[in-house]
């Protein structure tokens, strides 16, 4: 449902609404405070950009930050930079749900529900939650608040450990 790429760019956001402080923050810099790929991380950037939900200065002191403020970004907005509008009306617009098999029921009613979430939640209240606990209750690290990359979270079978 949420790509390694979305998830790289949730907490890219976290990470600029935190330091940024209206300055500009390189890519790099971005990609080495939270163990990711500079190369990747300037993809991921550069879908925020195209997006608008970030905005980018070149030069010396370039970089990214944020170009609106935090309880203006939605998780929806993030993830459709990141995967693309996201597909799950297979009817046309004004459709009678009752008249159409069950799947199409099934697939509009997911749709209604994940966009409905992915709507509600802002990068406001993501950084609401205080960092004060980086491992879950059940073991495993918060990817969004530790040191480790998606990539080593994913990682099938194994539990990842935060560097530094």
Known sequence: MVTKTSLSAIRALIYIARNAEGRFLSPRRI??????????????????????????????????????????????????????????????????????????????????????????WTLTQLLQKPASAIVMPDGMPCVMLSGISPAAFLTAGKHPVPEG
């Open 31 to 120: 990609a080495e405070d939270l163990h990711e790929s500079p190369t990747y991380m300037a993809k991921v950037t550069r879908q925020l950009v195209r997006a608008g939900i970030l905005r980018v200065e070149k030069g010396v002191k370039g970089g990214v930050r944020l170009s609106r403020p935090p309880d203006q970004v939605t998780l929806l907005a993030v993830v459709e930079a990141c995967q693309g509008t996201l597909v799950g009306g297979y009817c046309q617009p004004g459709c009678d749900l009752t008249s159409v098999c069950a799947y199409h029921r099934a697939a509009a009613e997911l749709h209604e529900a994940i966009s409905g979430v992915l709507s509600r």
